[in-house]
């Protein structure tokens, strides 16, 4: 039996501003859970967002990936609390980090650079604009050069529904590609507005979100790992995501102005 | 791997529940950002498990239980920093109508309350989640339930406003 006290407190408690978006929350499950089973040790190479982890890393590149799916939750319009209320929250936030039973983020597993996406196929720029299940439009950016390889998979396992896309560029060595000149460009669905990004790294978002910046007037994330930089941005329905295994900050900058 | 069915149920849980599970986290949290990312991170363990747990406990206790705990936890971690407010900040909230200022009052005390305590009297009175589903989603037993609530609505019944409200303990 429902009692008074019972109606004063549902009836004293505000309506959510923000609501978390369903696809949003369920490729996150399955990004944590990816990384999980590439930490635990899973034989079979796993995508994880720009990132392919394996257990056995090659190349010796260690690389904390980014996590721009674990952030993704719309947080981006301003929520209706004063000044004051963000004030007293920023007290209270509580760090993803600090409530996340998963430490095998922050474990950093190794990025296999070289491996291939979950059951994907090779296919020519044209053939990609008109790969079937894909359920955004992809985006070949023009960077000067085409891209050396690109890699479509609509398997579920590979990153969530959808479809995913990787481009490789390769790119000669030099100050911007002091390493390795590799760039890889992801490409997968979001429901997230490009505005939303800039709520990504406020408020309770986990610092591995990134740093808000634009560029070229579009809204997006840096994120420094270990010395390499990588960039998300979203681009009508699609998350792009730049990354290599040694990308400096002023190259991922350049190449996302590019897109 | 979940299979499709599996999934799709997961989003429909997701779509039609959140609010509710965002709405109890704010409560535990005091912060709807806070919120956000308790119910985030437990939706987000659930899912691998959503076919068991929905068939065995059902997926929104089990998802309850996750985000009754993280709260509980960080709270007693960051207890050395909480000051509680005796107001609430959020302007959009559903305290109008009769007894306004009544449920501002009774929300604000709940929120002002040890962690616990503030966990069963969300579960069990803004909720309305029997002593044994408290005591399931808390991890405790139903005596504990009791004890808290106990407590709880001792130190409600302090509130100048709220002393003379009466404070029902609800059918167990």
Request: contains cysteine; proline residues 8%.
């Given at each position: 039996?429902?009692?008074?006290?019972?109606?004063?407190l549902?009836?004293?408690?505000?309506?959510p501003?923000?609501l978390l978006?369903p696809?949003?929350?369920v490729a996150?499950?399955?990004h944590?859970?990816?990384l999980?089973?590439?930490?635990a040790?899973?034989s079979?190479?796993?995508?994880?967002?720009?990132?392919?982890?394996?257990p056995?890393?090659?190349?010796?590149h260690?690389?904390r990936?980014?996590?721009?799916?674990?952030?993704?939750?719309p947080?981006?319009a301003?929520?209706?609390?004063s000044?004051?209320?963000?004030?007293?929250?920023?007290?209270?936030?509580?760090?993803?980090?600090?409530?996340?039973?998963?430490?095998?983020?922050?474990?950093?597993?190794?990025?296999?650079?070289?491996?291939?996406l979950?059951?994907?196929?090779?296919?020519?720029?044209?053939?990609?604009r008109?790969f079937?299940?894909?359920?955004?439009?992809?985006?070949?950016?023009n960077?000067?050069?085409?891209?050396?390889r690109?890699?479509?998979?609509?398997d579920?396992?590979?990153?969530?529904?959808?479809?995913l896309?990787e481009?490789?560029?390769?790119?000669?060595?030099?100050?911007?590609?002091?390493?390795?000149?590799?760039?890889?460009?992801?490409?997968?669905?979001?429901?997230?507005?490009?505005?939303?990004l800039?709520?990504?790294?406020?408020?309770s978002?986990?610092a591995?979100?990134?740093t808000?910046i634009?560029?070229?007037?579009?809204?997006?994330?840096v994120?420094?790992?270990?010395?390499s930089?990588?960039?998300?941005?979203?681009?009508?329905?699609?998350?792009i995501?730049?990354?290599?295994?040694?990308?400096s900050?002023?190259?991922?900058?350049?190449?996302a102005?590019?897109? | 791997?979940?299979?499709?069915?599996?999934?799709?149920?997961?989003r429909?849980f997701?779509?039609a529940?959140?609010?509710?599970?965002?709405?109890t986290a704010?409560f535990?949290?005091?912060?709807?950002?806070?919120?956000?990312?308790?119910?985030?991170?437990?939706?987000?363990?659930?899912?691998?498990?959503?076919?068991?747990?929905?068939?065995?406990?059902?997926?929104e206790?089990?998802?309850r239980?996750?985000?009754?705990?993280?709260?509980i936890?960080?709270?007693?971690?960051?207890?050395s920093?909480?000051?509680?407010?005796?107001?609430?900040?959020?302007?959009?909230?559903?305290?109008?109508g009769?007894?306004?200022d009544?449920k501002?009052?009774?929300?604000?005390?709940?929120?002002?309350?040890?962690?616990?305590q503030?966990?069963v009297?969300?579960?069990?009175?803004?909720?309305d989640l029997?002593?044994?589903?408290?005591?399931?989603?808390?991890g405790c037993?139903?005596?504990?339930?009791?004890?808290?609530?106990?407590?709880?609505?001792?130190?409600?019944?302090?509130?100048p406003?709220?002393?003379?409200?009466?404070?029902?303990?609800?059918?167990?």
């Amino acid at each position: 039996m429902t009692t008074r006290m019972t109606l004063l407190l549902q009836g004293g408690v505000p309506e959510p501003a923000q609501l978390l978006d369903p696809d949003t929350v369920v490729a996150m499950a399955r990004h944590r859970r990816t990384l999980q089973r590439a930490a635990a040790g899973a034989s079979t190479a796993l995508t994880v967002g720009a990132a392919v982890l394996a257990p056995s890393a090659m190349s010796g590149h260690h690389h904390r990936p980014q996590e721009p799916l674990a952030s993704l939750k719309p947080s981006s319009a301003p929520r209706p609390s004063s000044t004051a209320s963000r004030s007293a929250a920023s007290e209270t936030v509580t760090p993803s980090s600090a409530i996340s039973d998963s430490p095998l983020v922050d474990e950093g597993p190794r990025i296999m650079w070289d491996a291939r996406l979950s059951n994907s196929v090779v296919v020519s720029e044209d053939k990609l604009r008109r790969f079937p299940g894909l359920a955004f439009a992809p985006v070949v950016p023009n960077f000067g050069l085409a891209p050396l390889r690109i890699d479509v998979s609509t398997d579920p396992n590979s990153g969530g529904t959808g479809g995913l896309v990787e481009l490789h560029y390769t790119f000669a060595s030099s100050p911007a590609f002091p390493v390795d000149g590799r760039a890889i460009v992801t490409e997968q669905p979001v429901a997230l507005a490009p505005g939303g990004l800039a709520g990504l790294a406020t408020g309770s978002v986990p610092a591995s979100a990134g740093t808000p910046i634009e560029v070229a007037g579009q809204p997006s994330l840096v994120h420094e790992s270990q010395g390499s930089f990588s960039l998300v941005t979203v681009r009508g329905k699609a998350l792009i995501i730049i990354a290599g295994p040694a990308v400096s900050r002023a190259e991922v900058l350049k190449l996302a102005a590019e897109l | 791997m979940l299979d499709s069915s599996s999934t799709e149920d997961f989003r429909r849980f997701v779509a039609a529940r959140q609010r509710a599970l965002l709405r109890t986290a704010w409560f535990l949290t005091g912060d709807w950002g806070a919120a956000e990312d308790v119910v985030q991170l437990a939706l987000v363990r659930a899912w691998p498990h959503w076919s068991r747990v929905a068939a065995t406990e059902g997926g929104e206790a089990y998802v309850r239980r996750i985000i009754v705990n993280k709260p509980i936890d960080w709270r007693c971690r960051q207890s050395s920093v909480e000051v509680p407010t005796p107001t609430l900040p959020e302007t959009a909230n559903r305290a109008d109508g009769p007894d306004v200022d009544l449920k501002r009052m009774l929300v604000a005390a709940v929120r002002a309350l040890p962690p616990r305590q503030r966990a069963v009297v969300v579960l069990r009175y803004f909720d309305d989640l029997t002593e044994a589903q408290t005591a399931a989603a808390m991890g405790c037993s139903v005596g504990t339930v009791k004890s808290q609530a106990s407590k709880a609505l001792a130190s409600l019944r302090r509130e100048p406003l709220l002393a003379d409200l009466e404070l029902e303990e609800s059918a167990p």
